[in-house]
């Protein structure tokens, strides 16, 4: 036990934090592509995503990448949020490609409220901090600088080696880069298989590595405008029917209904596994409901975590509300955003359907909102994948299992998928128990986590070239 956390407390830089001094000359010049990345807005208010796929596809050309191997793209409705296309060919004829998928956008951001500038790279007291530092900037700034660091070594992989800087994933009406691919430039992405966010790893308070996780699969967000109508009148002569009344109720019945237990081989072997490494009551509960999705005991314990909870089912909550058009009139119309996280394998019809045998009130319209989501499954626990994550961890993270984890959120996995390429979160970098601020105030990142995470997932990605 000691060997294990002085081993996670050496990767985590507790026994010695690098300064800028100590960065070794490929560190530095990964450390101008983070910052550069970083302080570029690619907000969608204000930013440009076409202005950092640019800044991007020079250093590659820099670094040798000829004009044949980079495909910038954008659609004129869109312009600033368009991406890029670089393609590092492999040696063989036979392996198929293998795909690095990143998005450039961030979270919108206001100085007011954050602590430092949000859009300045600023490293202080052992941690990064800015938008996008977590998410997803430091895997956007890994792919440029491997591919970068590839050319210049003569590098040959036998698998070709694609990678795609798109737009839009943090914005369901924005122009989504991946999505447009996946649907016009198919050929352009083509790949075996897709590394991109949603894995990593967990601290805890102590700084110690707990856990490194790889994200195989991830729920599908649906929208759904409910709304109720009524004819309304004077508010001076009030009467039991009306929309707001009839609404607050059907918001109930959503608060109080549960979508049944389901497992997938992913989520049956993440609570397997990390299970299997606490000795609480918790962790019990975990490997029961792996072994017997069944026990009721067990799922009511792990419905006490919010996580966990989420994992085990499709969720789906109000988000939004409006109601009324006068202060002195009974309202004519109500509504709701219903904000659904489907479980993979799960249809928006399905959703529609339990929501509405909840609510149990045909006056309650249930409206599926674009983009109206298709069903997305999981990628498979491939040995293919999984082998090499494992293997490489164990020289960085030795001692620290390997997890596979379903997000209960989603990313650009969504539009991959559904065409034939399984996508894969990598492991690697990790936040500790209170979260890295991703989508929040004072986004950050262990400084440590991100040198040691962009080591791993090198050898990570040579590995799987390599093994076409």
């Known amino acids: 036990m000691l060997g294990r956390i002085l081993g996670a407390a050496l990767a985590l830089g507790l026994v010695h934090t690098a300064s800028a001094a100590d960065l070794r000359p490929d560190q530095v010049r990964f450390r101008e592509i983070y910052k550069e990345l970083v302080e570029t807005n690619t907000t969608l208010s204000a930013g440009s995503c076409t202005e950092a796929a640019a800044k991007m596809g020079a250093r590659l050309k820099a670094a040798g990448f000829a004009e044949s191997q980079l495909s910038y793209f954008s659609v004129p409705d869109h312009p600033k949020e368009g991406g890029l296309v670089a393609i590092l060919p492999g040696t063989s004829k036979t392996a198929k490609p293998m795909l690095l998928l990143g998005h450039l956008d961030v979270v919108e951001a206001k100085r007011a409220d954050w602590t430092r500038d949000p859009f300045v790279l600023i490293e202080e007291n052992g941690y990064f901090y800015g938008r996008g530092t977590s998410d997803m900037k430091v895997i956007d700034a890994t792919w440029v600088d491997m591919l970068i660091r590839f050319k210049e070594e003569k590098y040959q992989p036998k698998r070709t080696i694609k990678l795609a800087l798109t737009c839009g994933e943090e914005t369901l009406e924005a122009f989504n880069g991946a999505d447009w691919l996946a649907k016009n430039k198919r050929d352009l992405i083509d790949a075996e298989f897709a590394l991109n966010e949603g894995g990593g790893g967990r601290a805890d308070a102590n700084g110690v590595l707990q856990t490194q996780g790889i994200q195989v699969g991830e729920k599908v967000v649906q929208q759904f405008r409910m709304e109720t109508t009524n004819p309304g009148g004077h508010s001076s002569v009030p009467i039991r029917d009306n929309a707001i009344y009839q609404l607050a109720q059907a918001l109930l019945k959503i608060r109080d209904y549960e979508f ?63 109601g009324g058009h006068a202060e002195n009139a009974l309202p004519q119309r109500a509504g709701a955003n219903i904000n659904c996280r489907m479980f993979p394998g799960s249809t928006m019809e399905g959703a529609k359907a339990a929501l509405e045998a909840a609510i149990g009130d045909p006056g309650v319209k249930l409206i599926p909102l674009q983009p109206i989501r298709g069903k997305s499954m999981p990628s498979p626990l491939d040995p293919k994948i999984m082998g090499p994550a494992e293997k490489v961890a164990a020289k960085y993270f030795p001692g620290v299992p390997m997890i596979p984890t379903m997000s209960t959120g989603a990313s650009d996995a969504i539009y991959l998928i559904p065409v034939g390429i399984p996508t894969y979160g990598v492991p690697g970098f990790w936040s500790g128990p209170e979260g890295s601020g991703a989508h929040g105030l004072n986004e950050h990142i262990a400084v440590k986590a991100v040198y040691t995470g962009r080591d791993y997932l090198t050898d990570l990605v040579k590995a799987y070239a390599s093994a076409g």
């Not at 962790?283 to 919010?306: F, Y």
């Open 260 to 322: 049944p237990l389901t497992m997938s081989d992913t989520t049956r072997a993440f609570f397997a596994k990390a299970g299997a490494g606490r000795t609480d009551a918790m962790g019990q509960a975990m490997v029961a409901i792996a072994k017997d999705p069944n026990d009721k005991a067990a799922e009511a314990q792990l419905n006490t975590d919010r996580a966990f909870h989420s994992m085990l089912r499709t969720t789906c909550v109000a988000t939004l509300l409006d």
